[in-house]
């Protein structure tokens, strides 16, 4: 019930800034709009939603072609200390990486340096897992980035520490683990799999990745 309640949250608030996302591609300087308006509107919404919802914090910083054109910080970053969220407070990236990573395999992808339906091990040498499924394929860069590898949602060792280790620290791990499914045959979403595509980006003679932090 408690993770039903929290996913519950996150939806609303992933609602909200969707929501955002509509207005500011519709409502564009460029159109002669002002954002005073749409800016109240949505600042009471957020006000709402934190307290209907319980939501400790968030910040916003919605972005047109112009650039920033607001930011706001709501609630608090550290309740306990009653420290107030900001504009500039940090949060944790967590899984919003994940399309920065597909984006990067897809530039791969299309300067002829990555090819979807190859085996990973192609790309990454190093990588083996143990398998219990006789008849399961090689798991694909295409499983990897749409979750149908195979693997386990997440390895947990060496993560929550202060200075966590490198990906190739989960590619060794992984030698001594076991396939959750054959490859390529369910859905099932895991963090290793972009994991892995991270290691193929970071061992490709050109890193997309660069040049997307950048942008």
Sequence with gaps: MVLLKKRDKLQRVASIFLFLLVVASMCAPG?????????????NLIQEEIERNDIQGLSIGPVDGSGLFWSKGYGYEDKKNEARATD???????????????TGIM??????????????????SEFSINRT?????????????????GLKRDHYKGININNPPGLDFLVDELKNDYLALPAGTLYKYSNINYALLGVLIEGSPEKPTAVLWKK
């Design 107 to 124: 530039i791969l992808v299309d300067r002829g340096l990555v090819d979807l339906d190859a085996p990973i091990k192609k790309y990454v």
């Design 133 to 149: 499924y006789v008849k399961s394929r090689p798991i694909t860069v295409r499983d990897l980035l749409n979750h149908h590898s």
């Design 31 to 43: 159109n002669g709009y002002s954002y005073n308006r749409t800016i109240d509107e949505i600042d």
């Design 88 to 102: 500039e407070t940090l949060y944790r990236t967590a899984s919003v990486t994940k399309p920065f990573t597909a």
